[in-house]
């Protein structure tokens, strides 16, 4: 089974939307890259459109880093699916870490978040990954399958086709510690046999998996290399144009 390769730019909460429209001018001089892969940029929310209007007429795409599940009300602070989709977004990362952690969002509220981004056929990046202190205590497999069944609790499999799901162990993201492309691999697998029990074998199949955690231009062709790596969400290394564009160009020919 072909799985066509997703690398995507989370850029967290960097630059400013000159500093994006900067980016998405220069990166989009390397749109020949989008024809090996799908590629994903994913600036702040404000910088949605204007990396969207400065990429438009290229196969890149670009998404938005969260979302709330309701469509509108008194939610201060919050962003909904349609609003992404008017500034132009087609992805949207769905339980990063960061927001896991950080913010304190639970399985329940991902659950909410991942079914809302699928109703609005947005694409989900959902994002699952194990703490050092749940790797160290063997428990990394159990963790993801938790934080999976919860998500996809009450979507079934048609619903479920379009998501991307990104393994980002917590311990790998930032640090310059990288997951080694055996650890990745083997989750990757834990995932997709999660996949096929819980949605049938054709769905486990599509289903694309990424790797995320200190990937950058030196260490992401071998991980692209192996069949269970279907792309990469990529953090630091993103935010220079350059560096992305170095990332996405390891992208092995089909
Ligand atoms: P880094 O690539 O900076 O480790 O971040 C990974 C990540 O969290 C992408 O979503």
Known sequence: MHRRKIIAANWKMNKSISAAETFAREFSRRSDLADACDIVIIPPFFSVRPVADTLAGTQIHVGAQDLHWEASGAFTGEVSAAMLQDAGATYVIVGHSERRHLMGESDAVVAKKLAAALRASLIPILCVGETLAEREAGRQTGVVERQLTTAFEAVDERA?????????????????????????????????????????ETAAAV??????????????????????????????????????????????AA
Do not use: C, K
């Not at 991307?164 to 917590?170: D, F, L, M």
């Not at 231009?217 to 220079?240: F, M």
């Open 160 to 200: 479920a086709a379009p998501t991307v799901i990104a393994y980002e162990p917590v311990w790998a993201i930032g640090t310059g510690r990288t997951a080694s492309a055996e650890d990745a691999v083997a989750m990757h697998r834990a995932i997709r046999d999660w996949m096929q029990t819980r949605f049938g």
């Open 207 to 252: 289903a694309r998996i990424q790797y995320g955690g200190s990937v950058n231009p030196d260490n992401a062709a071998e991980l692209l290399a192996r069949e269970d790596i279907d792309g990469l969400l990529v953090g630091g290394a993103s935010l220079d144009a350059g560096s992305f564009a170095a990332i996405a160009g390891a992208v092995p």
